[in-house]
C-alpha cells in the first residue's frame, strides 16, 4: 500500500515481515514512539470477498486482545479510486465469512488519512 504524499505526523517503524517458517503471522510489524508493537495484516482486494488463510484468521483470533489488525486496499479497477477498511483481530472470523460487508473499523475513501489510520493502530 502506498501513503498519501502527505507524511504522517508519528514517528512509526514500520517493519515487512516477510515470513515462511511460520504461517499466519501478518505483513507489517510496527513499533510505536512508546515503543509498543502492532501486528498489521494487508491485503489488497477487487471485490467484498476477503481472502484470509485459516493461519491468518488463527493468529488474529489467538490474539484478540492486542494490537493487531487488517488494512484492506479496495480497488476494482486500475482507474477507480481506491477504499481502505481497517478491521481489528476481533473481526477477523466475520471478514473471512462475509467479506467487506462486515462492518469496519475505520473505512476511507479515494486520498488516505494515513494519521487517522495509526491513531486507530497505535493510539497516543
Not at 504522517?8 to 515487512?16: A, E, F, P
Amino acid at each position: 500500500m502506498r501513503a498519501a504524499s502527505k507524511r504522517s505526523k508519528r514517528n512509526l517503524i514500520l517493519t515487512r515481515i516477510e515470513n515462511w517458517a511460520s504461517q499466519g503471522i501478518p505483513d507489517l510489524l510496527i513499533c510505536d514512539e512508546t515503543g509498543k508493537f502492532h501486528f498489521v495484516e494487508l491485503k489488497f482486494v477487487k471485490a467484498n470477498a476477503v481472502n484470509l488463510s485459516p493461519h491468518q484468521v488463527a493468529w488474529h483470533i489467538r490474539h484478540k486482545n492486542s494490537s493487531c489488525w487488517t488494512i484492506i486496499k479496495k480497488q476494482n479497477k486500475p482507474d477507480s479510486d481506491p477504499v481502505l477498511f481497517l478491521y481489528h483481530a476481533e473481526q477477523a472470523m466475520d471478514l473471512k465469512a462475509n467479506g467487506l460487508k462486515t462492518e469496519p473499523k475505520l473505512h476511507q475513501e479515494k486520498k488516505f488519512v494515513w494519521d487517522d489510520v495509526f491513531d486507530l493502530i497505535c493510539p497516543i
